[in-house]
Nanobody, 122 residues
């Protein structure tokens, strides 16, 4: 099986920065797209940013120019650098990965981490 473990969340003042990390482990042949999602209290989970194996990135409009997603395939890891944080960024952040388990198949399974809390408050 595959496990994703996030870290780096916490409490930060408005205007501050945080860097989230997510490491995948287990039976992994390769990882296609990786991403970050978030869910605020009373709201649905929403996409924050994604990055393909080739390095193409996509961002939610609300975080463009403030957040940067990156990955390290040698470590099966994805990162989210969050700058100029706002109170509305407060949420549980989840990482997501499309994992190929074998070289014999192009099929990829989607896995989720348990989430890490980010709170932006003065």
């Amino acid at each position: 099986q595959v496990q994703l473990v996030e870290s780096g969340g916490g409490l930060v003042q408005p205007g501050g920065s945080l860097r989230l990390s997510c490491a995948a482990s287990g039976r992994i042949f390769s990882i296609n797209t990786m991403g970050w999602y978030r869910q605020a209290p009373g709201k649905e989970r929403e996409l924050v940013a994604t990055i393909t194996r080739g390095g193409t990135t996509a961002y939610a409009e609300s975080v463009k120019g403030r957040f940067t997603i990156s990955r390290d395939d040698a470590k099966n890891a994805v990162y989210l650098q969050m700058n100029s944080l706002k109170p509305e960024d407060t949420a549980v952040y989840y990482c997501n990965a499309e994992v190929r388990l074998s070289a014999l198949s192009n099929m990829a399974n989607t896995y989720w981490g348990q989430g890490t809390q980010v709170t932006v408050s003065s």
